[in-house]
């Protein structure tokens, strides 16, 4: 049995609230506006990290005030908004949440798991983090945090412990001073700022006194780092003469789901740049990934099935900052 300690709750809290940063989501003036930035917020921090997020979330609560002026903006607003920020499944889901909530719901969030896991875009994780916010429910957003400060509390790599079972065994413990939202978003933030990664700050961790990897005395070894990962690929670009590019939606590369891209193939088979000119050579990361691209291309006044001509002058389209990029380049052949 794992057992917490019953002070840990509050030494997080109070170390939280003289330590937490002023992140735009968390201030607030009414009830409906915490909705609103905390939905937002969790939201495009999804895969995303903080410091990414902060900019793009306050440009979009300039032009978009309210959830209820979220509801009735178009896609394509909210997707210009977004522009930059990937992962653009999130943005159509959140506009469906939206609306959702403010057209049947009476502009409420649902108040259990079952109901708001039944929201666009909005799972296990999210929802347990968003009733904790918003209603302070006893429950905790099982992500990396939590795992990671978990595992070095009971000083056990993470793929042997059963967290929602800790969690839910530990209730009592944990959820002992009704300050459940506050609790909830400390541990984030303790994971982002103390028990870090790579490099945990044990000296000045307000919980080291119950924390079995402190006490071991030992290094950071057992601590799950995300790879970068190297690949290399070939990028096939079909232009005609009005300077329009073939671009594909939704291509079935897992990293780039949203985009409207041209042909993109890892490379391998030399024999299938017959017929292709070849222009560059670029690096591109994205998230852990490093792209090494070689880019081809050719003038045609025909282009495949499911490709579709897009200007490489359209500023008002939605395109993302990874396309954009490959613009810059053809463009120079013109
Ligand atoms: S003592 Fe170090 S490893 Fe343990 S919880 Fe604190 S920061 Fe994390």
New binding site residues.
């Given amino acids: 049995m794992h057992t917490i300690n019953s002070n840990l709750s509050k030494k997080i809290i109070t170390w939280y609230e003289n330590n937490k940063r002023n992140l735009p989501w968390r201030i607030y003036s009414n009830p409906k506006k915490k909705l609103y930035y905390r939905l937002l917020s969790e939201f495009m921090l999804q895969q995303t990290q903080v410091k990414t997020v902060i900019p793009y979330f306050e440009r979009f609560t300039s032009k978009i005030k309210t959830l209820k002026r979220l509801s009735t903006t178009s896609e394509r607003k909210v997707l210009k908004l977004w522009e930059g920020l990937g992962y653009y499944r999130r943005a159509k889901n959140l506009i469906k949440t939206a609306r959702i909530i403010v057209k049947k719901n009476n502009s409420v969030l649902p108040k259990t798991l079952e109901n708001i896991k039944k929201l666009p875009g909005i799972g296990e994780y999210t929802g347990n983090i968003l009733l904790a916010l918003i209603y302070n429910q006893p429950r905790l957003g099982i992500d990396g945090n939590v795992k990671r ?1 978990l595992s ?2 009971f000083f056990k790599h993470e793929k042997k412990l059963n967290f929602k079972e800790i969690i839910d065994k530990n209730k009592k413990k944990l959820f002992n001073n009704n300050r459940n939202a506050d609790l909830a978003e400390a541990i984030m933030e303790f994971g982002a700022l ?2 870090k990664p790579q490099d ?3 000296k000045i ?1 307000p ?2 006194n119950n ?1 079995k ?2 006490r071991s005395g030992k290094s950071i070894k057992f601590t799950k780092l995300n790879k970068t990962t190297k690949r290399n690929y070939n990028i096939f670009c079909y232009l005609n003469k009005k300077r329009e590019i073939g671009l594909k939606k939704n291509s079935t590369l897992g990293f780039l789901k949203e985009y409207n891209l041209p042909i993109i193939k890892e490379r391998s088979n030399k024999k299938n740049l017959k017929n292709w000119n070849f222009l560059c050579n670029y690096k591109n990361s994205i998230s852990n990934k490093k792209l090494n691209i070689d880019l081809y291309y050719k003038f045609s006044k025909k282009i495949p099935k499911g490709l579709n001509w897009f200007s490489l002058y359209r500023n008002e389209e939605f395109i993302p900052t990874f396309t954009k990029k490959i613009f810059k380049r053809v463009e120079n052949l013109y």
């Fill in positions: 400060i070095r509390i103390i028990c945990p700050t044990c961790c919980i080291k924390c990897f402190f």
